[in-house]
């Protein structure tokens, strides 16, 4: 039995959906443990590529059981979607389990984030995340999977709730009327469609570490977006970090073996909050169109700029990663000189600590490497073959693992599972 955890290192989008994909195989639970639909995984399989959002991302492994645990907030109609997306594409759906312990996004969550992301300048993905999960924390406003199993009491719930949302956003200056007959139609139909996968995924795991099966649990987000731990108040509302991965699924916290940091050879950020090594020029530029660096979810273009040593050393502590992947390193192609920073500058003083406030006056202290210039498909297949990576590159990955006292396990050359080279 193995229990392992792969957890985004940046702002998200370190392309964890590929990487979990790969391991996949040697896994046979695969569990989703926090966020929602504002995460999403693009995954290619036999010139198909997939945007998923909800179902965790070892989906086209059909024998495989996918679990959406507790701490994951449900969109209900995306996850219908993507759950007739899959089936259509001739994958089974038939070991998906949903945790009945899971919060329900509805569609005032939808709207009130929209009005509060105005006011923060936080840039969300306005799928209702936040306001789901202070919900979550009320403890009186919120609709749980286990909730549609008593229709009367759900019929009730949904009026009080829906009567009280609309005051609430009428104190922001806008109107909003819910059909509370449509939305409970809606969950019906949901639960109608789902009825077969919901579970108490803590009984689940417990029978799967009684069995002794692999585990893999799929962080969505990654650290600096975690609530506690992240840059607040840029942040998503869940926490993203290894520990709970536990809270979010149920499984205690002993069972974990090895926790995989998912690192892209260069940092990016969606949405609003301080990025110290951001490159608003041409680099910036070039690293966005070569990386295709634009949401999943949104549609955004991502903020670009160099790898931030500083940044990447507090996710190693948080976490506790064993090891790194490292993605999208041929993005970098063609860049004459790379930069790293390995230290900030906060008021004329030098540090080396993520500090929890004032990133944004942290100027970084960089240390530069030549470019490796630009790799054809034919010198990775040699790379592949010899197991020897070009000395620029070497001496960029070594530098990386030196600083972060973390061996890299994995090296990604492109979104294709065979653009992968293992390092161990
Ligand atoms: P929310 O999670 O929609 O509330 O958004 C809060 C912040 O997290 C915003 O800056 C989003 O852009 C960011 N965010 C949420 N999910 C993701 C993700 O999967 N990748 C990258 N950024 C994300």
New binding site residues.
Partial sequence: MTVTVVIGMQ???EAKGKIVDLLAKDYDYIVRFN?GA???HTIKVADKKFGLHLIPSGVFYPEKFKIIGNGVVIDPETLLKEIEDVERSGYSMKNLIISDRAHIILPWHKIM?GIE?EKSG??????G??PAYMDKSSRINAVRVADLLDETALKEKLGQIARLKETQIRTYGQEARFDVPKIFNELMLFKKKTHGYIHNTAYVLQDAVRDRKNILLEG???VL?DVDHGTYP????SNTITGAACVGSGLPPRHIARVIGVVKAYST?????PFPTELNNDTGDRIRQKGAEF????G?P?RCGWLDIVALKYACIVNGIDDLVLMKIDVLDGIEEIKVATAYQIDGKKTDQFPSSRLAEAEPIYTTFKGWGTLTSHDWDKIKKDKKIPPQMKHYLDFISKELNTPISMLSFGPERDQTISLL
């Fill in positions: 702002w998200g989008d966020g504002n995460a999403g984030d992301d936080i840039g969300t993905t306005k799928r995340i936040g969505a987000q990654a977006l840029f942040v998503t509302s950020r969606v949405g609003g909050g949401g999943t979810t949104t955004r991502r």
